[in-house]
C-alpha cells in the first residue's frame, strides 16, 4: 500500500514525456534561448486496482474541477488512463514551487484519503527547478528529478 506521501502531488501522474522543461533554456521556433522562468512541472505514472477505474475516473474529474477554479497557478492538470483500465498517467505544470505547494495543500486536504485506496503503484519524474519546501514536500514519492538534456518547445 502507498504512503499519503508517496501520493503527495495531487496524484501526480505522468501523461507520456513532459514538454516542459521548466526553468531551463531551451531553444525556441526562432534558435533562441528560452527561459521558462520558475515553472515545475511533473509527471506521475500509476497502476490502478483491479475493479477501480470508474472510481478514479470520478475522483479524477473533481480533482481537476476543483485544481481549474480554484488554483490560477496550476497551468496543467492532465489525466489519461490506458485502454484495459490498469494504468493511469498524469500531467501537472504549476507557474512556480509556490503554485505547487499550494495545489499540494488542497490535494492532501480533500483527495489523497481517497485516492489511495484506488492505486496500487506510482512513480513520479519532476522537470524545473523545485524550491526546497517543494522538494522536502514531494520527498516521500521518491522522485526522479530530471534535468535538461536538449531539444525545443513551440
Request: glycine fraction near 8%; proline fraction near 3%; charge should be negative.
Amino acid at each position: 500500500m502507498m504512503s499519503r506521501v508517496m501520493l503527495v502531488g495531487a496524484v501526480i501522474i505522468a501523461l507520456s514525456a513532459v514538454s516542459v522543461f521548466a526553468g531551463h533554456a531551451v531553444s525556441n521556433a526562432q534558435g533562441e534561448d528560452d527561459t521558462m522562468g520558475s515553472e515545475v512541472s511533473w509527471m506521475y505514472a500509476v497502476t490502478i486496482k483491479a475493479g477501480q477505474v470508474d472510481a478514479l475516473r470520478d475522483l479524477i474529474a473533481e480533482m481537476a474541477s476543483r485544481a481549474e477554479a480554484n488554483e490560477p497557478g496550476t497551468l496543467e492538470y492532465h489525466w489519461t488512463i490506458s485502454e484495459d483500465g490498469t494504468t493511469g498517467h498524469l500531467r501537472e505544470r504549476y507557474e512556480s514551487s509556490e503554485a505547487a505547494l499550494t495545489h499540494l495543500a488542497s490535494f492532501n486536504a480533500n483527495f489523497a484519503d481517497r485516492l489511495m485506496p484506488l492505486l496500487d503503484s506510482a512513480q513520479m519524474f519532476v522537470n524545473g527547478d523545485p524550491s526546497p519546501a517543494l522538494r522536502q514536500e514531494i520527498a516521500g514519492a521518491q522522485p526522479t528529478y530530471m534535468v535538461e538534456a536538449g531539444g525545443f518547445i513551440r
